[in-house]
């Protein structure tokens, strides 16, 4: 189980039968519920009219009409008192408010409950095994004993009025003989004031008649339907396709997904091995094309890595023979010096040359740091017309040839820019040494502040910066071949620097042409606030 597919396959599974088993518990107790909606709705009206015929007996009449319709019905009928009932307050409720109750007595008996009379609290029980053909047949003789007591006219309208009245769960019909769909033995055993059970017109339900005495009318009774619970076999088949279908539906989707990352998981593998050029589809906007995203870029980014570190690797080797053979040189010679002003003169050699070597060493520390990732930034609030101020007292001093001059366009907003204070001053001042450099007479640093970034242009009147050379100027160790030499200093680290640091505060570096000096203006430009 070492795998996150099968945890995955085991955990929905789980899910699943989970869900099933929920399902058919929902499913008994919705049967329950039908059920016991069945039983009130065939046992109300009966049960409802035999109280209300009870409410105006005495005890003596009441004896009477229970014995009869005991014999009836086939059931014994009590009267007991609603405080020797074992009832709920819900139930006691519902038999105020005149409903016939139905409760499950035990496995197969249901015990039925009709209040008779409330100032006496008299209630009307029996106990049922279930709902039989004669219960059928003792309601039709119940309503039929309504009915002889109205004008013949007005015996449907009656029908309908007790049906309403007493919550009959199932059709009352009257129907004339000569009209009612039944063949010649049926209506002659109707005319003996027999009872006729005959099946519904769908063949699934069954239909009770009994001809009213003394009339034409025939009462129907119907369709009486039996209530179906759901079958358990069927609904655990049904249960096991619905699992069948949706595990192999879950295969399918997980497959797809085990797939892609099994991709992903052979180019790394690629990758650890030292193939940086492998890279894989990164299709749709999911999570695993994200990944896959994230890995070709990380890819790309070690590739970029690894050809720097082999042209830093390069660079570096050329760029610290000239002061190490230098220096070996100068040692040749401090051993022939033949009096103490060549000595001084080779040790003061020696001592530039390691100077030369400590300034190199540190320039590729700090653009390795910059160029490997995110640098620590500890980004705070840098008055940036301050700082350039700063860079320009620090640097003016060295080339007094050269007018620094700093301006301020912000109108007072670039007093609290988000920025890391110690990069932030490597990089003005490496473009404003860089600019020194290269100037005739003149350096211009302005600061501005334009739709929400901070802009700063250091603008020179040298030679300026041919337009094919403008974005290789800020590759690593690069020199131009123009005035812009090794005979004016530097290591072609200092451009680059500059690029990595505004990288790293989400802004860019770019170079064109001054409009006011003629020279080279490099633009620093990056977000006030960082988000």
């Not at 909606?37 to 009477?64: H, K, V």
């Not at 995110?374 to 007018?403: F, H, R």
Request: with cysteine.
């Amino acid at each position: 189980m070492n795998s996150i597919f099968l945890r995955i396959y085991g955990g929905m599974l789980l899910i699943l039968i989970t869900v099933s088993l929920l399902a058919l518990l929902s499913i008994r107790l919705i049967n329950d519920v039908r059920a016991e909606d069945y039983r009130e709705r065939i046992a109300s009206g009966t049960f409802r009219l035999m109280a209300d015929n009870l409410e105006p007996m005495d005890d003596a009449e009441r004896l009477r009409a229970l014995a009869a319709w005991t014999r009836l019905i086939g059931v014994p009928l009590q009267l007991n008192e609603l405080d020797d009932l074992d009832l709920d307050s819900s139930s006691w409720s519902r038999l105020i408010r005149g409903q016939v109750l139905v409760k499950q007595n035990g496995v197969e008996d249901v015990r039925v409950y009709s209040l008779v009379e409330l100032q006496s609290q008299m209630v009307l029980t029996t106990t049922i095994e279930r709902i039989t053909e004669q219960l059928g047949r003792a309601t039709l003789f119940l309503i039929a004993d309504e009915l002889v007591r109205a004008p013949e006219a007005d015996m449907p309208s009656r029908l309908q009025q007790l049906r309403r009245e007493k919550g009959f769960g199932y059709p009352l019909v009257l129907t004339r003989m000569n009209e009612a769909d039944l063949d010649t033995d049926q209506r002659r055993r109707l005319e003996e004031l027999d009872t006729l059970m005959t099946l519904g017109p769908d063949g699934d339900s069954i239909m009770l008649y009994m001809k009213v005495p003394d009339t034409e009318w025939v009462l129907s009774l119907g369709p009486l339907y039996q209530m179906k619970e759901f079958p358990a076999p069927m609904l655990l088949i049904v249960g096991v396709l619905v699992l069948t279908l949706s595990g192999l539906l879950i295969y399918l989707l997980v497959r797809q997904l085990e797939q892609r990352l099994m991709v992903l998981e052979a180019a790394a593998t690629q990758l650890t091995r030292g193939n940086l050029d492998v890279r894989v589809d990164a299709l749709g906007p999911d999570s695993v094309g994200r990944l896959a995203k994230a890995f070709n870029d990380m890819a790309s980014h070690l590739q970029r890595l690894m050809a720097i570190q082999r042209e830093m690797i390069g660079a570096v080797s050329h760029e610290l023979r000239t002061p190490i053979a230098r220096l070996r040189f100068g040692l040749e010679m401090v051993e022939t010096a033949d009096n103490e002003a060549d000595l001084n003169r080779y040790m003061q050699g020696m001592d530039g040359d390691l100077s030369e070597l400590d300034k190199l060493v540190d320039e590729i520390l700090t653009y390795a740091r910059l160029e490997q990732g995110a640098p620590a930034l500890n980004m705070v609030g840098v008055n940036v017309p301050a700082m350039v101020a700063q860079v320009v007292s620090e640097l003016g001093p060295l080339q007094q040839n050269i007018n620094l001059q700093a301006r301020d366009l912000s109108l007072g907003r670039a007093t609290r820019i988000d920025a890391e204070p110690r990069y932030l001053h490597r990089a003005i001042t490496n473009l404003v040494s860089n600019a020194q450099r290269h100037a005739s007479s003149q350096v211009r640093i302005s600061t501005r502040v334009v739709y929400g970034s901070c802009v700063i242009n250091v603008e020179d009147d040298g030679p300026g910066i041919a337009e094919e050379w403008r974005e290789r100027i800020f590759t690593p160790f690069l020199r131009l071949d123009d005035s812009r030499t090794r005979s004016s200093g530097g290591y072609g680290l200092g451009l680059s620097i500059v690029r990595r640091v505004i990288y790293w505060h989400n802004g860019r570096t770019r170079v064109g042409r001054s409009e006011a000096l003629g020279g080279a203006d490099f633009s620093l430009d990056w977000p006030v606030q960082r988000r």
